[in-house]
């Protein structure tokens, strides 16, 4: 696996404007010198090593002076959380991260993840900051079922699927117990609106931005995010 770099993409409110939070994301050196995500750049077995890579590069982010008033969202694999060696290996340095400063931290629990993985470590997670978000709704693993079975902080929703009968079940669920609800991959206007006269106005998508990567030292010649940007 080459070296990641980590990158913000934010969380919009579709009637402000007003950026509400930021996910976290694994960026690679790509053809024609664009950065690509990690499917392609990550095998089997490295997705635990890329969650440790991007806690220690927020670590070194925040070391720098940096720092957020917004939540990050941030993504855990399922080989991390299926993993106990992984695990206890992901929570310490995401202890140390947390000492320079309490930044608010939302965790996203991936579609991939199994039901007893879940449960084994659902205690500890939420202990870890804001709360507790199921990531792309609908997919694999992340069903009405299991939105049911927690009290989840947060539901990320596809802009793709978001009408669907599953994801609008899924969306009154959610609002009827107060969970926060977001469209995710919105690329188009047409999109924004649907999703905004649905009653769902946290957005995230190249619509609003793209991913920018975070350059961590001066020798990155990657266009940084500008402080301006993510407080």
């Known amino acids: 696996m080459l070296k990641p770099s980590?990158?913000?993409?934010?969380?919009?409110?579709?009637d402000s404007g007003i950026r509400k939070a930021y996910e976290v994301l694994a960026r690679f050196p790509g053809a024609n010198g664009q950065f690509e995500g990690p499917?392609?750049?990550?095998?089997?077995?490295?997705?635990?090593?890329?969650?440790?890579s991007i806690i220690e590069m927020l670590a070194t982010w925040v070391a720098m002076g940096n720092r957020l008033r917004h939540p990050l969202y941030i993504n855990l694999s399922a080989e991390t959380l299926s993993?106990?060696?992984?695990?206890?290996a992901w929570e310490e340095?995401?202890?140390?991260?947390?000492?320079?400063?309490?930044?608010?931290?939302?965790?996203?629990?991936?579609?991939?993840?199994?039901?007893?993985?879940?449960?084994?470590?659902?205690?500890?997670?939420?202990?870890?900051?804001?709360?507790l978000a199921l990531d792309d709704f609908g997919s694999k693993n992340a069903s009405l079922e299991r939105l049911k079975a927690y009290p989840w902080s947060a539901c990320k929703f596809?802009?793709?699927?978001?009408?669907?009968?599953?994801?609008q079940a899924a969306f009154c669920y959610a609002r009827t117990n107060q969970m926060v609800s977001i469209v995710e991959r919105i690329e188009t206007a047409?999109?924004?609106?649907?999703?905004?006269?649905?009653?769902?106005?946290?957005?995230?998508g190249f619509y609003y931005s793209p991913p920018q990567v975070v350059a961590l030292d001066y020798a990155v010649t990657a266009p940084a995010v500008q402080l301006s940007e993510v407080v």
Not at 159 to 167: C, G, K, Y
Request: proline share 2%.
């Open 39 to 52: 499917l392609g750049h990550v095998a089997l077995g490295q997705w635990a090593s890329l969650d440790l």
């Open 6 to 14: 980590i990158a913000f993409q934010p969380i919009v409110c579709s």
């Open 83 to 88: 993993c106990d060696d992984s695990f206890e």
């Open 190 to 204: 047409q999109q924004a609106t649907i999703a905004t006269q649905a009653g769902v106005t946290l957005h995230q």
């Open 158 to 167: 596809e802009s793709q699927s978001f009408q669907d009968a599953d994801s």
């Open 93 to 131: 340095q995401y202890n140390s991260f947390q000492i320079y400063e309490k930044t608010p931290v939302m965790l996203e629990i991936n579609e991939s993840v199994h039901s007893d993985a879940v449960e084994k470590r659902w205690s500890r997670l939420t202990a870890c900051g804001l709360g």
